[in-house]
C-alpha cells in the first residue's frame, strides 16, 4: 500500500509540475510561446503582438488550473487514504 501512496504523490507533483511550467512559460515569455505557433513571415503583423499578449492568459488559466487540481487531489487523497487503510 505504501508503494501506491508514493506512486500517487509522484503523480500529484509531476502534475503540479506540469501546470506550474505552463504557467511559467506562457506569463513569463509570452512571445517565445506565440513564436511556436506563427511563421517567421507572418510575425510583423499587428495581430502577432495581440496573440502574444493573449498568451499570459493561458499562464493565468495554468496557474489556476495547478491550484485547482492540488486542491481537489490533495482533498482525494485524503479522504481515500482512511477508506484505503480500512
Not at 17 to 30: E, I, K
Amino acid at each position: 500500500m505504501a508503494s501506491m501512496d508514493l506512486a500517487f504523490l509522484i503523480i500529484l507533483g509531476c502534475n503540479a509540475l506540469w501546470f506550474a511550467a505552463g504557467f511559467q512559460y506562457f506569463s513569463f515569455n509570452p512571445f517565445a510561446a506565440a513564436k511556436l505557433l506563427v511563421n517567421r513571415s507572418q510575425r510583423d503583423s499587428p495581430l502577432f503582438k495581440t496573440l502574444a499578449e493573449s498568451g499570459r492568459f493561458l499562464g493565468g488559466m495554468n496557474a489556476a488550473f495547478a491550484g485547482v487540481f492540488a486542491l481537489a487531489h490533495g482533498s482525494q487523497f485524503v479522504f481515500n487514504l482512511r477508506v484505503a487503510r480500512g
